[in-house]
């Protein structure tokens, strides 16, 4: 099983990303997908999850209103769409899945990508 996550990088406080994660597990359509991100010094914690029908989503306190959480089970691909970056939200972001039910908790989830990396300067 494979996470490919891609799609960080260096941007200006106040502008978006979109990072994908491409995932091998199948079928794609049952796993509950998730993102979690660990900044430096930090714990990891929790972003955002989305149901395997794409149904069911939710957040951090902290993204709310500012993150979206996608998939597109033809291309067995989940999205986060960032938008408003603050430079509090620098830190390596992972996408994770799971092959039951709904959860938050990231003792939970089986598979993990290898992480991209995103920078918000201010």
């Known amino acids: 099983v494979q996470l490919q996550a891609s799609g960080g990088g260096l941007v200006q406080a106040g502008r978006s990303l979109r990072l994908s994660c491409a995932a091998s597990?199948?079928?794609?359509?049952?796993?509950?997908m998730a993102w979690f991100r660990q900044a430096l010094g930090k714990e990891r914690e929790f972003v955002a999850v989305?149901?395997?029908?794409?149904?069911?989503?939710n957040y951090a306190d902290s993204v709310k209103g500012r993150f979206t959480i996608s998939r597109d089970n033809a291309k067995n691909t989940v999205y986060l769409q960032m938008n408003s970056l603050k430079p509090e939200d620098s830190a390596v972001y992972y996408c994770?899945?799971?092959?039951?039910?709904?959860?938050?908790?990231?003792?939970?989830?089986?598979?993990w990508g290898q992480g991209t990396l995103v920078t918000v300067s201010s």
């Open positions: 994770a899945a799971r092959s039951r039910l709904f959860t938050t908790r990231q003792s939970s989830y089986e598979y």
């Open positions: 597990v199948r079928p794609f359509s049952t796993y509950t």
């Open positions: 989305i149901s395997g029908s794409g149904a069911v989503t």
